[in-house]
């Protein structure tokens, strides 16, 4: 097996990749541009990318524009993870339907198709490994969950076009693919060509990039294209601009749960949610029961839900225990940078700055760290 190799023709590259891929009854997903935004939805093709367009995120703000080129993966990341794919918004657990003399039970509806996600990033990656820790390696694994990731293909791509917004070099989760995945691209894009270095990271990847072999122009990867790679992502560390250090933030919040910055964003904060929704880790759910007007039909369903939410907290007899967006907001950034340890071994951000473009208030958890980091040295 071939351990790195170049497709000459990226375009067609990836149009290969994707069909060997659907051949093996994956449903393709990756990056689409959609309303705006980078989103992932089922691939066709390399026609189905975001060719020729890029992101631009900063707090409180994601726009999309042109690029003076045909590349296929120059961006960030989206408002989607494959965290949607591999623990879906919203699923239903059992139903149930009125008979004569009773009810007839169902299980889970019908299995989605094994997903191979192509355009994955580091931090991704990452995140992924996270929610493994959570929904599969735990006491209680998800069972949906280990099905779909067992099944899952990662494609990644090592990040040439870091957003502003972007801190994984900190998380030490990027920019460069090293972990979780089956074959890892990097896009070199030249005056005179446009290539794919593809490195194999996995059997089935190997498996996978010896039928696209037989059908696209490629060659052996050379010591220029790796120093190439080596220095896109290079260049990408240099461009990230926030920092984040996961053991200070670790011990600095737990050490001031009582400090004034929480009153501070709690004047800001929507208690909108949408941070814990972009987030490609965290994994709250609620469990409803829910019945059609007739009552002939009920079924149990588990949705995403959020730390932000007045019900989330709410206890039989006691009402909810976090009833202002301060606390609810000390909770998320609390469990996600410091007591996340205690549970997994690990932060629970990756530093994909999500959290802070898809903020309507343009709160950074970046800045709120080192706020209270900077008061605590005074």
């Not at 997903?29 to 975001?50: C, F, I, N, T, Y």
């Not at 490994?129 to 067992?150: F, I, N």
């Not at 005056?191 to 059997?203: K, P, R």
């Not at 469990?287 to 369903?301: H, I, K, N, P, T």
């Amino acid at each position: 097996m071939t351990a790195s190799l170049v497709l000459t023709a990226a375009a067609q590259g990836v149009d290969e990749l994707i069909a060997a891929l659907a051949r093996r009854g994956y449903c393709v997903v990756g990056p689409r541009l959609r309303d705006g935004a980078m989103v992932l939805e089922e691939l066709q093709g390399a026609a189905s990318l975001p060719v020729g367009w890029t992101d631009e995120q900063e707090a409180a703000t994601y726009r999309v524009h042109r690029r003076d080129d045909r590349a296929l993966f120059a961006y960030a990341v989206g408002p989607q993870s494959p965290r949607r794919y591999l623990s879906p918004p919203r699923k239903t657990l059992w139903s149930a339907l009125r008979i004569e003399g009773g009810f007839q039970f169902e299980g889970e509806a019908d299995e989605p198709p094994p997903y191979a996600f192509v355009g994955v990033k580091a931090c991704e990656l990452a995140a992924i490994a996270v929610q493994d820790k959570v929904l599969r390696d735990g006491p209680y694994p998800d069972p949906s969950y280990v099905r779909a990731r067992q099944q899952a293909f990662f494609v990644g791509v090592n990040c040439g076009s870091p957003a502003a917004t972007c801190f994984c070099t900190s998380m030490g989760t990027g920019p460069a693919v090293e972990a979780g995945h089956d074959l890892a691209i990097t896009e070199l894009l030249t005056a005179g060509a446009h290539e794919l270095l593809v490195e194999i990271g996995s059997d089935r990847g190997g498996e996978v990039m010896a039928e696209v072999q037989s059908t696209v122009s490629w060659r052996p990867a050379t010591d220029g294209d790796r120093e190439a790679k080596h220095q896109i992502v290079a260049e990408s560390a240099v461009r990230m601009t926030r920092r984040l250090e996961p053991t200070v933030a670790r011990d600095v919040l737990i050490a001031n749960l009582e400090h004034p910055r929480w009153d501070d964003v709690a004047t800001r904060c929507l208690s909108c949610t949408n941070c814990t929704l972009v987030c490609p880790t965290c994994f709250c759910s609620a469990v409803e029961d829910v019945s059609s007007l007739d009552g002939d039909r009920a079924e149990r369903v588990q949705r995403w839900d959020s730390c932000f939410t007045l019900g989330h907290s709410t206890l039989h007899g006691a009402g909810s225990v976090r009833g202002d967006t301060r606390s609810r907001y000390r909770q998320w950034l609390t469990h996600k940078l410091s007591t996340w340890w205690d549970q997994f071994g690990v932060s629970g951000c990756v530093g994909c700055g999500r959290c802070i473009a898809w903020c309507p208030a343009g709160i950074d958890l970046t800045e709120e760290v080192a706020a209270i980091a900077r008061e605590k040295e005074q």
